[in-house]
Structure formats: structure tokens, C-alpha cells
């Protein structure tokens, strides 16, 4: 089974020390984060690759060397 939702690329400006950051978040749908099958837990540290020709992000856990 293919676990599938609709997402969201978000930017919250962030003021510190009185410079504006962009913080980007990914939105991901509840249904989508608690399914038993979702691989991934709060807290967990993530690899994340762009393919430019392709569009598509691919996110893993990340693993020490």
C-alpha cells in the first residue's frame, strides 16, 4: 500500500537579532503522519535530495556513517 496526501511548502519569516530568515517548513497531512505505516517519528533526523530534472524531493532517515 502507497501512503499518499496533499502537501504544502511554507515559509515563516523569522526576526532575530534584527535580520528577517526565512524558516521553510513542509506541511504534512495528519492522516498522512499518523498512519502505522508513516516511516518517520518527531524528533527523527531526515536526508533530503532535490532532483532538479525530475521535480522531486526525496526524503530518508538519515544515517551516521
Known sequence: MVLTGRGRLINRPTRTGGCTYDKFFIYVPTELARDSAFPFKP???????????????RIRKFKKR
Not at 524528533?43 to 524531493?57: M, R
Open 43 to 57: 524528533g527523527d533526523i531526515l536526508s533530503l535530495e532535490v532532483n532538479p530534472k525530475t521535480q522531486e524531493l
